[in-house]
């Protein structure tokens, strides 16, 4: 399996390029030009069949058409986020340049995994962010979109975000066993660990 990191969208947005031995992959949220990532994928001859989205922010999917466009793959969300992914008031696209509204080709919930090619997905909800934030595990790894930062987490001020709710998934996190990289929407990765001993959020 190989992780390749791409800061996409002008407020530096972590989009995810996870592949497997034969070049089959997943991109997990899409913002912004997407030349970064189609130069990555020709570059490495990845075949894309899958994109993951850990919540529907407008800076998570901005350029998800395009990227569905070009390779044919099927967009898969939470069920919970399907009203904020279609409505540009709930995911914030109203205040950027171009309102958004995103279908899932397939809604995900709890628990449920997700194959692309020899790569196997399993999906954790963690709602407060928004409504249907979710985690994508993977060995041990973790994609946490803005659930989990290094040193913090996401805001909660925005349409369906609940404080109280992004802590209890905060808690989940923190009672998986074992490490794991974590892979968050913004800045750089951090180890469940290391949240554990020093997030104050945690």
């Known amino acids: 399996m190989n992780i390749k990191t791409l800061e996409m ?3 530096g947005t972590n989009c995810y390029v996870v592949s497997d031995d034969n070049g089959i992959c997943a991109i997990i949220d899409c913002d912004g030009n997407p030349q970064p990532l ?3 994928i020709a570059q490495n001859q990845l075949k894309p069949t899958h994109i993951l989205l850990t919540h529907g922010h407008f ?3 901005g350029a998800v058409e395009a990227v569905k466009e070009k390779y044919g793959c099927k967009v898969y969300a939470a069920e919970k986020e399907a ?3 279609a409505d540009p008031a709930l995911n914030a696209s109203d ?3 171009v309102p958004l509204r995103i279908y899932a080709d397939v809604s995900v919930k709890n628990a449920d995994t997700i194959s692309v090619g020899d790569l196997q997905f399993s999906v954790l909800e963690t709602p407060g962010h928004t ?4 985690c994508f595990l993977i060995e041990k790894n973790i994609f946490s979109g803005d659930t989990l930062f290094l040193g913090s987490c996401g805001r909660t001020d925005f349409p369906t975000g609940d404080y ?3 802590l209890s998934s905060l808690q989940k996190l923190k009672n998986l066993e074992g490490d794991y990289v974590v892979y968050p929407g913004h800045g750089p990765a951090t180890t469940l660990e290391y949240e554990r001993k020093t997030n104050p959020f945690m």
């Open 95 to 97: 205040m950027a340049s």
């Open 59 to 61: 800076d998570h999917i």
């Open 9 to 11: 969208g002008y407020i």
């Open 83 to 85: 009203a904020l992914l």
């Open 164 to 166: 109280q709710t992004i």
């Open 131 to 134: 409504q249907g934030s979710v």
């Open 38 to 40: 189609y130069n990555y």
